[in-house]
């Protein structure tokens, strides 16, 4: 069987999910009279520290959702300039909520205050108001970066005494958490909405949470329809979601030990690039430029020996550790790309 590390969103559900899928207490969502779907969302809430939270089938749903909660359209969401509201979601911005992106480019994806403060602006003759401030944590596409809990204290402070939002794109939050050492509550208790997946590292088939203020979440319930997410018998996949929530986020300490193995095993790879020192939660990008092949073509000739890491951009790939993938597989993708990369250096010399 193939080692599949190109993201963690590619587990299968558990026995235990599948059974509690099975047997799901269930009804119609759209009217609000699925058990299971409330129960989750009641979960979701309190974990999160929130009053309210919406069940939605992605995190492209929930971010979109928040986005729109937050901004009317002409104005600007400022967010990292690799986020991925900005760059993995198809301009959800623009298409619902008739906004534009302020990306501001940072090197570790951490917006801190000092660089958002000059970029927010006032409507004027020439400017588009800013709306709103997303931020995303862990930050995906630099590497699972963990933000500090007092830069996220600071922005959400300094934001909301101009009167703007923040919206936490929290896929990983529980990662982050994990890292941290502290609860998601804690960490997200200065913003005002958090998005997070239950089918990424928390091993759910479908699914992601917003979490938010009451009356926001009732209006988000409404976008929800509009954008097509209401759903009717829900509770088949709420019940797995449930246990990916109460159950899963006690995995997350291995999924990020295995990424810390595989990240220091890299470094002392001949023509691999990585710093393990930054590696803290699941997700590991390593640079393949230094073995003379492209990120694809790295890719291909792992994918030969039964290993699946895709590439991104700047001959970097990225790999993502999660439950499906134990020790074991890990070690086994360490020796493909060992070999791929010494037999590439070989060839070159
Ligand atoms: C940081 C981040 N936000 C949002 C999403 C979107 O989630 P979905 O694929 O469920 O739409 C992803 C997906 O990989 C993600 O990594």
């Not at 979960?43 to 749903?61: C, D, S, Y």
């Not at 896929?171 to 990424?200: H, Q, W, Y």
Request: proline share 3%.
């Amino acid at each position: 069987m193939m080692i599949d590390l190109r993201s963690d969103t590619v587990t299968r559900p558990t026995a235990a999910m599948r059974k509690a899928m099975a047997e799901a207490e269930v009804g119609d969502d759209v009217y609000g009279e699925d058990p299971t779907v409330n129960r989750l969302e009641e979960r979701a809430a309190a974990i999160a520290g929130k009053e309210a939270a919406l069940f939605v089938p992605t995190g492209t749903m929930g971010n979109t959702i928040a986005v729109k909660l937050h901004t009317r359209h002409g104005q600007e969401v400022i967010c990292d300039a690799r986020g991925h509201i900005l760059d993995y979601e198809l301009a959800m911005m623009g298409w619902f909520s008739g906004c534009v992106a302020r990306p501001i480019r940072t090197d570790d994806g951490i917006l801190r205050w000092e660089q958002i403060r000059g970029e927010i602006r006032q409507l004027d003759p020439h400017w588009a108001p800013t709306g709103l401030i997303a931020i995303e944590n862990t930050h995906n596409m630099a590497g699972g970066v963990v933000y500090p809990l007092e830069v996220i204290r600071e922005l959400a402070e300094r934001a909301h005494e101009l009167g703007l939002k923040v919206h936490m794109d929290g896929a990983r939050v529980f990662n982050a958490a994990e890292a941290l050492g502290v609860s998601v509550r804690e960490i997200v208790a200065p913003v005002d909405t958090v998005m997070f997946c239950l089918s990424k590292a928390l091993g759910a088939p479908v699914g992601s949470m917003l979490a938010g203020r009451r009356e926001a979440i009732d209006q988000g319930r409404l976008y929800r329809k509009r954008l097509g997410g209401g759903m009717r018998q829900a509770g088949v996949l709420a019940a797995a979601g449930l246990i990916a929530l109460e159950e899963h986020p006690k995995l997350l300490k291995r999924d990020h030990e295995n990424a810390k193995l595989m990240a220091e095993s890299l470094a002392r790879v001949p023509g691999i690039e990585i710093d393990p020192e930054k590696v803290r939660t699941n997700i590991v990008i390593f640079g393949v430029s230094g073995t003379g092949l492209s990120a694809g073509e790295f890719s291909r000739r792992l994918k030969e020996q039964g290993v699946l890491i895709d590439g991104i951009r700047g001959g970097k790939m990225r790999l993502v550790t999660h439950y499906d993938a134990d020790r074991a597989a890990c070690e086994k993708a360490l020796e493909a790309i060992e070999q791929v990369a010494a037999g590439a250096m070989a060839g070159a010399g």
